[in-house]
């Protein structure tokens, strides 16, 4: 029997063929489907790769660098009670549907562990920006305003998990 360990997930069956009388192995590799888009069985999350295998062949298996370790995001912002708890009911109601809130696995970002960056496009993000990777636009059922409670309450919430994680 032949065993490779490819340090992800494995998506499909593997496939074996051969050509010019040479025998290869490609198997599908990374994380997705249902568990995979919101649970992380490995510490790095790779790319979606075929791994394609020459059977007594010596090639090293590809060097994927290391993902930085996530951290909660800690931003500025400046939010009433009304206005988190409108953002709390547009997020579960919309948003929760595909994105963790405080959860670092899966494919699919726990929001509160968002860059800087996605922060700062962040009703861009919501305008279509990513459409082509999946991410709906949202520009007709949301304001710029509903937009900026949504984000200040997921904020709210990475601040309120450290809060709680600092007094354990």
Known sequence: MWEANV?????ASPVTYRIDGQQY????????????????FTKQI???TVFTYKLDGHAPVPDFPESPEKELISLEYTATKAELDHGAGLFYGNCAVCHELVKKGGVVPGLGYATKGTFDIFEDILSGMYVNKGMP????????????DIKNFILYSAKEVKKE???K
Do not use: E
Request: charged letters at 15%.
């Open 7 to 11: 340090g992800s997930g494995v998506i």
């Open 165 to 167: 994680a600092s007094t």
């Open 137 to 148: 636009d949202f520009s007709d059922r949301f304001s710029r305003k509903d937009m900026t």
């Open 46 to 48: 790779y790319p979606g």
């Open 25 to 40: 192995v490609s198997i599908a590799v990374g994380w997705g489907g249902v568990v995979g888009i919101w649970n992380s």
